[in-house]
């Protein structure tokens, strides 16, 4: 079966780093995908690795080891519009989309 | 990026009525599109999969005859909610694949349902 772990709140400082793991497990494995959804709103994309290492956008970077079924979300500079939740979605054998239950993020001034 | 549009953004009904939301991928063409409902405070729930020219999958305890899914163009599937009830009453987003990026999925803004 599949399976996706994500912590379920996290709060951070303005201006800090916070990083959101993510550990999945799987039988069949074609990507993982970030996702940040204000409340109320769709998701929207912010990042896709499928083989392992670090994928750095702007102030945002992403991690991905399969070998250890982990992923994290970097988040640096924290704005206060960053508050939101991060959604960790794992990409199956069949290319469906496997949804972690989110991460809400609550920025502090 | 991609844009997917959904409409209406919202809508009320009374209970017993249908409605229809409307899933449009506005400059890709989506051979496959996938409809979601979240509660408040919950993550996303896959209610089905939409593939264009054939019969949607729906998913494990979603009733098809309640939930109509239509996918007739390369651009468009709708979602039909028959007979609404008040627990119907959710956010019901849409999402259409990336034929370019195989794995990719753009997600439409959404449409808040209340049924009174």
């Known amino acids: 079966g599949q399976n996706i772990d994500q912590p379920t709140e996290m709060t951070a400082t303005e201006g800090a780093i916070v990083q959101i793991n993510c550990t999945y497990q799987t039988s069949g494995f074609n990507g993982l995908f970030w996702y940040q959804q204000h409340a109320g709103e769709a998701p929207t994309f912010l990042s896709y690795?499928?083989l392992d290492g670090l994928e750095e956008k702007g102030r945002f970077s992403s991690f991905l080891s399969r070998s250890k079924g982990y992923s994290y979300l970097l988040l640096k500079e924290l704005q206060m519009k960053d508050s939101a939740s991060y959604l960790c979605?794992?990409?199956?054998?069949?290319?469906?989309?496997?949804w972690g239950a989110g991460t809400k993020l609550i920025i502090k001034p | 990026g991609a844009v997917v549009s959904q409409h209406p953004s919202w809508v009320i009904c009374k209970s017993g009525t249908s409605v229809k939301i409307e899933c449009r991928s506005l400059d890709f063409q989506a051979t496959t599109m996938f409809w979601y409902r979240q509660f408040p405070k919950q993550s996303l729930m896959l209610m089905a999969t939409s593939n264009e020219g054939s019969k949607a999958t729906y998913e494990q305890g979603v009733e098809k005859d309640k939930f109509l899914i239509n996918h007739a163009s390369l651009t468009l599937s709708t979602l039909t909610v028959t007979s609404a009830h008040p627990e119907d009453s959710s956010f019901y987003i849409c999402s259409a694949r990336d034929p370019g990026l195989e794995t990719a999925q753009y997600f439409g803004p959404g449409t808040r349902l209340t049924v009174l």
């Open positions: 690795n499928v």
């Open positions: 979605a794992l990409v199956d054998s069949n290319y469906q989309l496997i």
